[in-house]
């Protein structure tokens, strides 16, 4: 349960964060015409949210989605789109590695398990 929790709330968390960049972007150049965030900086957030995006749909969908594309344009995109998932799939990994040593360590005796230290 605690793992759980952890896992959706650290998702939430980084998807949040991720577009930050880009709707700060978008918002600034509508109303100020300026560029305070870096395009690639925006644009690496919209591919990050596109491979989460994509990795959580159904196999049949993601196939689908991806066949809506010129067939040059996704093999630009897709590379991309792969290592990002990879990158994300590895640190998703990790968090539930950590929040599940982090239940552990919570559930353990504060006293060491009772052992008897001189």
Known sequence: MVELRYQRGTFWRQRGVALIPAAVRF???IFTKKEVVPDNVADTAILETAALVLRKMPREEQVRMMGAFPS??????????????????????????????KATESAAPLDGGGA???
């Not at 897709?78 to 040593?101: D, F, T």
Request: overall charge negative.
């Open 72 to 101: 040059d344009l996704m093999l630009i995109v897709g590379a991309r789109l792969m290592e990002i998932a990879e990158r994300q799939e590895k640190e998703e990994a990790n968090a539930a590695i950590l929040a599940s040593a």
């Open 116 to 118: 008897d230290v001189h």
């Open 27 to 29: 918002g600034l150049r």
